[in-house]
């Protein structure tokens, strides 16, 4: 019983070992704001994203989600596009001459004009759509599982890969960025960003952004942290669904 009870002393020991040993590997940062702007209370904020000097953002609810341009230092829309209220809008993102927007159920996706924003047509999407961000070749989504889809323009599958974190699955990817080679995903219900290489899926950092939104700031409605955006010069921000604000960040290593 002893030589047992031993035995399974040893194995025990040996697996904390080897998960503080994998764990080693995915580097841990915290973040530290450097500047933060108004956010519009009322944005279920869904997908987030920069292009051509331009803060695009898309928000979610049925009867509430809408496309829209934002002044980055007054927070408010310049253009505003509501979707039907059938619709449950999602992430979002421009490739090419194209911004595509994904509903959540609805199974189908939107084409706008990048330039003009007008709509151009409707896709089918057989899966939940979650986040949405491009490597400037192709489509990367998310759908709350832990898989990531890379996809042609035509939102054919081209790639699947699974998401692992110290060798285990990490599901609830939802919103994306493609930030130095690297994929950001927001964790859903978290207060967690990670880092995924988008070759195996492993990811190699995650930030912890515990307390980015002050208790003071936040009301009965306010959600998740959910919003990851990065600007032509490098700068980085985060926000939240139904957040009062947003905030330019840079990492700092724990």
């Known amino acids: 019983m002893m030589r047992h009870l031993s035995r399974i002393a040893l194995l025990s020991g040996m697996c904390l070992f080897l998960c503080a040993c994998s764990g080693a590997q ?6 530290k704001v450097l500047q933060e702007y108004p956010h519009d209370r009322d944005a279920y904020t869904q997908g987030l994203f920069f292009h051509g000097g331009t803060l695009y953002e898309t928000t979610g609810q049925y009867g509430s989600s809408t496309l829209r341009t934002v002044d980055l230092e007054s927070g ?3 253009t505003n596009q509501r979707f039907a209220r059938k619709y449950f809008g999602e ?8 911004l595509y927007i ?6 189908v996706a939107f084409k706008y004009n990048a330039k003009t924003l007008k709509y151009e047509s409707t896709l089918s999407y057989n899966r939940e759509g979650w986040g949405l961000t491009t490597d400037g070749k192709q489509l990367i989504a998310s759908d709350g599982s832990s898989n990531l889809y890379f996809m042609d323009r035509d939102l054919k599958v081209l790639r699947k890969q699974q ?3 110290n060798g285990r699955p990490l599901r609830n990817l939802n919103e994306l960025e493609w930030i130095d080679g ?3 995903a927001n964790v859903y219900l978290t207060d967690m960003i990670v880092i995924i290489n988008p070759s195996n899926g492993k990811v190699e950092a995650s930030i912890d952004c515990t307390g980015l939104l002050p208790a003071k700031l936040r009301n009965q409605d306010t959600d998740v942290l959910n919003g990851i955006a990065i600007d032509a010069a490098g700068n980085i921000y985060l926000t939240g669904k139904l957040w009062p604000r947003m905030y330019r960040i840079e990492l700092v290593k724990n």
């Open 91 to 98: 992430g979002s993102v421009i490739l090419g001459e194209t």
């Open 76 to 78: 408010k829309p310049l």
């Open 26 to 31: 995915v580097k841990q940062y915290r973040v």
């Open 102 to 107: 994904l509903t959540w159920t609805n199974k």
């Open 163 to 165: 998401v692992t974190m």
């Open 182 to 184: 690297k994929v950001w």
